[in-house]
């Protein structure tokens, strides 16, 4: 998700949640926030059709993963962020079990990583975190015991 939506969202300056974030930046390695390149921007950019919002923004927007979702939780603290960090992580999870239930899901997912396989190139570790992504939803995870009562 974009900084600038989870700012909306946890109802705050999209400032300050980055300003946050830049306060602690060992609790955000690369696969749970990066921030887009230039051209990474400039082709969402263009696909946006009314973005006044977007056209302001100095620099290029944060991306967080559902792992540094969860790593916000911890660091915006209030009774909004807390609720709404809930929301998403439910989101997420009903997100995977739809993808897990769906038996043509994973064949998509399969062509999905056959197409980006033919643009890859050769250093572009975004393209690498997302085909080894699309490798993990197919791979059920394993039956764990359950702990407990």
Known sequence: MFDIDLAVLYQVETKYLNRTVKRHLKRFPADFMFQLTDKEWEDLRCQFVTAKKVEK???????????????????????????????????????RHYVLTKSDTNEQIAELRKLLMLYIEKNDIRVNEIIIALNNLIEKPPKTKRIGF
């Open 57 to 95: 923004m100095r620099f290029n927007p944060y991306v967080f993963t559902e792992q540094g979702i969860a790593m916000l939780s911890g660091l915006l603290n209030s009774d909004i962020a807390i609720n709404v960090n809930i929301q998403i992580m439910r989101a997420f999870v009903q997100l």
